[in-house]
């Protein structure tokens, strides 16, 4: 069980740390059953941030084992409301994904997530929650590891997918989406990270993941939509794809996960966004720099690409606070696209085709911005970039 009043068991070890530890001085007094992420809190951001990977690589070093039987072994990612560990089940032998929140605040996000996931578990696409709960400071879940993140893959690809590639996915992704809203949620933070591959006989299946920022449109008993609402607040969730409607302060709805889903497209094929470079004094003044070059792009945005894209983005956008989107339609819409295309859904990405050197092949030369974009200087380096 990891608690901080084990510490004292283990003064000893901690006196002698490792050479790769790097435990700071400062910490070995603290052996002790007091809390180490008050400490922590006293410290400047980057004193903070060290102590932080410190300690983390203490829990692994000390083998800790989570739900008596889910034992920590190396950080994959780190985020604003938890760390998430790989971990492996003790008996077993299955490798799962361990989340990590300190359990020092009145609401915690990952208990909230625990509960999405119990509410959309056993849907298509949404990793099986093994175990959660508060174990000594933490807050605790543990879930399916699965493969690498679209983000990871994007980049694996030279910042660059396929039209065919963009087209699989798409078809994923709208019914991953279509999912979550039919459990009465919208997912707030649809980005490239938050989708991720399976593994073994489902390595081409697309799964949702990160629910942390989830929240219900309507009631489930009734079936009312939430009511329209607008405050000064720039809104949640990743700013490079939310929807100009969150950045507005307006309440998310089934609209906005679409809308930043048209984003995820469109970064796909461009390889870039207009405003993926912006950033302001504070997070403030970036949320709204990111707007306004939002609103200044948006008839510029689909240039170049096939028409179905702006098909999509304009539908996005033109849907009203509690409409409910045709899912089905906007499959199709790109399903016609690939017909036109000679694309076959056949579940081959460009990083499962490898060529001759063992990389996977570009269809063609990826252009971050069309020329019409250029010229107009919509983007930051006032020229179309190909590679």
Known sequence: MLSFGLLPKVAGRLSHPPPDLHIPPRLIPL?????FLHFACTLPRTSRNIFRVNYLLFLVTMDFTFGGKYKLEEEIAMGGCGTVFQGVHTVAGKEVAIKLEPAIARSSPLKQESKIYKTLMGGPGVPWLMWSGKQGDYNVMVVDLLGPSLEDLFRMCNRYFSLKTVLLLADQLISRIEYIHSRDLVHRDIKPANFVMGTGKNVDFVNIIDFGLAKKFRDPRTGLHIPYKQ?????????????????????????DDLESLAYMLIYFMRGSLPWRRLKGKDTASTWDLIKDKKLECEQLLTVGLPPEFEVFYTYVRGLEFGDLPDYEGLRQLFKGLAEREGIEYDNIYDWTVPSNDGTPTRERKRQRFCSACAKAGKHGHGRAVSS
């Open 31 to 35: 052996c002790r059953p007091c809390c």
């Open 231 to 255: 405050d000064d607040h720039h809104g949640v969730g990743t700013c490079l794809f939310a929807a100009i409607n969150t950045h507005l302060g307006i309440d998310c709805s089934r609209r």
